[in-house]
């Protein structure tokens, strides 16, 4: 398939919507009422810190809603408003954030379901209209609603569409995607959609195995085994790792991307003529602004004395697992919730721990003056936040 004459294509639809429908400034109001906090302005405004009590907070410096959530919510909300009767779907959550996904379902905005491993899209009747999510959508899925003639509404974040040009980049100069992901995640599903060949690599020890594996050979079966639902149909290691080019899901942790990178740059310099690099390599920056903004954030305000760090996001939100890796690593008491509802009773705090599924935690607040450390995802409305604060203050009496 020509993906990229299929995307032209789409573009050029009058079904096909990447702009809001002229409804900005009553959607921004309800924007403002659901979403935003006084509470968080004045903690910005004060250094970004507040003693209540004996409770200090400190804010990172850069959490919460990044520019391309708070653009898709406002086209989900725009896209109600201007369809007020028309049955409208979102092929999965808009945002990784289960009170904004919960208020759109309030709206009556329907949520494909995943059957048996697949989206059933048999729900989306002809001339429906479909959002596309914040993380994107695949080219089949695309496809599939405009055969059914439906008016599609793309929030796609530009960081996303971005990584996606960078794929085709590689499909022309005949090079492997190696995209730097979760495979399972939907953004990364979308991105590898747009590839011709493409390889998923989870982390650095993934990396350094397929390094390995293209400087020294190996066990052929063993590699596609361990690759084999992240990788390309008919991947074949030693023809497809000749030529590689460097991609990710942009909510992985700015550090990492970076180094796998340089690690894959270094293996086809040490395999190849340097002179002929760029025949077996091509790399273009597809680190996403504000998931980079965020983990700087957050390294620095571990430099500070923190007792204890809450990390405020949805449980399946990749960025907000990566600024939770970074609160671990400095040895800080680190919990991960999706909302104040985990702040539960008698000093108890549903959360999860990394890699792990939720648990209970008592007497998780130390006694005395504590200083909590406070960072939220990127899908993290301020009023979630401020409602996670208020808790704190008020189980610290």
């Avoid at 059957?115 to 899925?141: N, W």
């Avoid at 390995?212 to 008919?234: E, M």
């Avoid at 620095?300 to 939100?317: H, T, W």
């Amino acid at each position: 398939m020509d993906t990229k004459a299929f995307k032209r294509s789409l573009n050029h639809s009058e079904n096909y919507h990447r702009k809001g429908f002229g409804h900005q400034a009553e959607v921004n109001i309800a924007l403002e009422s659901e979403y935003q906090s006084d509470l968080i302005q004045k903690i910005r405004a004060n250094s970004y810190t507040l003693t209540q009590g004996n409770v200090t907070i400190k804010l990172a410096e850069s959490f919460g809603f990044c520019w391309g959530v708070e653009r898709a919510v406002a086209m989900a909300y725009e896209t109600r408003q201007h369809f007020p009767t028309q049955d409208i779907w979102i092929t999965n959550e808009i945002i990784h954030n289960p009170s904004v996904n919960q208020r759109l379902k309030e709206m009556n905005v329907g949520f494909i379901e995943v059957q048996q491993g697949k989206k059933d899209f048999g729900v989306v009747g002809e001339k429906d209209v479909v959002i596309l999510p914040a993380f994107g959508a695949s080219v089949q899925e695309m496809q599939l609603l405009n055969d059914k003639g439906c008016t599609i509404v793309d929030t796609t974040c530009p960081w996303v569409s971005k990584v996606w040009n960078t794929v085709e980049k590689h499909k022309k100069n005949d090079h492997t995607s190696i995209v730097h992901g979760q495979y399972k995640h939907e953004e990364t599903v979308a991105t590898i959609s747009f590839a011709n060949k493409y390889l998923v690599v989870l982390n650095m020890a993934e990396a350094r195995y397929v390094c390995d594996y293209i400087l020294n050979g190996g066990d052929k079966q063993q590699f596609l085994t361990k690759f084999s639902n992240a990788c390309s149909a008919g991947f074949d290691p030693d023809v497809d790792l000749e030529r590689v080019g460097i991609a990710n899901q942009t909510t992985m942790l700015k550090t990492e991307t970076e180094e796998i990178g340089k690690l894959f740059q270094l293996t086809m310099l040490r395999k190849y003529n340097p002179v002929e690099i760029n025949d077996h390599f091509l790399s273009f920056n597809t680190i996403c602004d504000a998931t980079q903004e965020r983990q700087d954030a957050m390294f620095q305000l571990v430099e500070e004395k923190i007792d204890l760090m809450m990390v405020i996001g949805g449980f399946n939100s990749s960025n907000t697992t990566h600024l939770q890796e970074i609160s671990i690593d400095r040895a800080i008491p680190s919990y991960h919730i999706d909302s104040a509802d985990r702040i539960l009773a008698d000093y108890r705090l549903e959360h999860k721990p990394l890699k792990q599924d939720l648990v209970i935690s008592d007497n998780w607040l130390p006694a005395g003056h504590i200083t909590v450390g406070i960072t939220s995802g990127a899908s993290t409305p301020d009023k979630v936040v401020e409602e996670v604060i208020e808790k704190i203050f008020a189980a610290k009496g």
